[in-house]
T-cell receptor, first 110, second 115 residues
Framework: NAGVTQTPKFQVLKTGQSMTLQCAQD?????MSWYRQDPGMGLRLIHY???????DQGEVPNGYNVSRSTTEDFPLRLLSAAPSQTSVYFC?????????FGPGTRLLVL | GDSVTQMEGPVTLSEEAFLTINCTYT??????LFWYVQYPGEGLQLLLK?????DKGSNKGFEATYRKETTSFHLEKGSVQVSDSAVYFC??????????????FGKGTKLTVNP
């Protein structure tokens, strides 16, 4: 059981570039979510999904897109990166009332 | 909306000292409460949780009691170790605000334990 995995671990982008942060889980959880972590801000919810084909916005969704074509995968897309999106991104999946977090992706936008 | 307030850090203690990290919350409904820990360079791990008033969550020597009357969920440990150095996050999920899926986090408290 690998749990929640995220790739890449670290990425540098230039302003305006696009990229996809990958997230996968092997626990057959229906609910998955993306958070961003910024210094002094805690974690804030970007988008979440309650099952394949169903997604919804969280607290800070602007500039991010998601889709959920399978139970296992929940990618986060940045269509046109901005310096304000420099952050650490965590994917999570929920089972038995507990959320399990991936190791994170550190993103730097120049 | 719902919110979580936890004591500002950083907190620096000597090994074997007593630890308290305060956490209070506001919520529309009857939330579940959590403490997560983040070790350097790692993701968040669930430390403990409580789902109803007067429940005590405990794990690895850490404890927290769900106090509905004071809307608090303070984290305590009787004797900290160097290996407890990490960032601690208090969080809630409110079934009236999108169900138990969404977590609302405090800003985190960084703990450093010196030998």
């Amino acid at each position: 059981n690998a749990g929640v995995t995220q790739t890449p671990k670290f990425q540098v982008l230039k302003t305006g570039q696009s990229m996809t942060l990958q997230c996968a889980q092997d626990m057959n959880h229906e609910y998955m979510s993306w958070y961003r972590q910024d210094p002094g801000m805690g974690l804030r919810l970007i988008h979440y999904s309650v099952g394949a084909g169903i997604t919804d916005q969280g607290e800070v969704p602007n500039g991010y897109n998601v889709s959920r074509s399978t139970t296992e995968d929940f990618p986060l897309r940045l269509l046109s990166a901005a310096p304000s999106q420099t952050s650490v991104y965590f994917c999570a999946s929920r089972g038995a009332g507990t959320q399990y977090f991936g190791p994170g992706t550190r993103l730097l936008v120049l | 909306g719902d919110s979580v307030t936890q004591m500002e850090g950083p907190v620096t203690l000597s090994e074997e000292a007593f630890l308290t990290i305060n956490c209070t919350y506001t919520a529309t409904g009857y939330p579940s409460l959590f403490w997560y820990v983040q070790y350097p360079g790692e993701g968040l791990q669930l430390l403990l949780k409580a789902t109803k008033a007067d429940d005590k969550g405990s794990n690895k020597g850490f404890e927290a009691t769900y106090r509905k009357e004071t809307t608090s969920f303070h984290l305590e440990k009787g004797s900290v170790q160097v290996s407890d150095s990490a960032v601690y996050f208090c969080a809630l999920s409110d079934p009236t605000q999108g169900g138990s899926e969404k977590l609302v986090f405090g800003k985190g408290t960084k703990l450093t334990v010196n030998p």
